[in-house]
């Protein structure tokens, strides 16, 4: 079993930053692809960046390319995603998620997800 625990999240102007991060309880951490999702009120849930178990691979979405970062830090159990020139349009619930098999973009690849913390970008 995985727990994740989002934080980092809040409300912040448009072109402004904040970092989100994963913290994941369980010994193999690095055993997992970790993925990040956003879901807007009334919107579907969407993929937002994905890593490889050794940070070998990385994806992100079209919509945040250039201006998000996912990361990890296997030492410390965590997943991050750094998001910069932060847009209205980036409003949203972000989820992180782990995977068992491999990073992709695909929700239902995932396993275990978090909670979810708010982030509001104001115009």
């Known amino acids: 079993q995985v727990q994740l625990v989002e934080s980092g999240g809040g409300l912040v102007q448009a072109g402004g930053s904040l970092r989100l991060s994963c913290a994941a309880s369980v010994h193999t951490f690095s055993a997992y692809a970790m993925g990040w999702f956003r879901q807007a009120p009334g919107k579907e849930r969407e993929f937002v960046a994905a890593?490889?178990?050794?940070?070998?691979?990385?994806l992100h979405a079209n919509s945040v390319k250039g201006r998000f970062t996912i990361s990890r830090d296997n030492a410390k159990n965590t997943v991050y995603l750094q998001m910069n020139s932060l847009k209205p349009e980036d409003t949203a619930n972000y989820y992180c998620?782990?995977?068992?098999?491999?990073?992709?973009?695909?929700?239902?690849?995932?396993?275990?997800w978090g909670q979810g913390t708010q982030v509001t970008v104001s115009s």
């Open positions: 998620a782990a995977s068992s098999r491999r990073a992709t973009t695909l929700g239902h690849d995932y396993d275990y």
């Open positions: 890593i490889s178990t050794n940070s070998g691979f990385t």
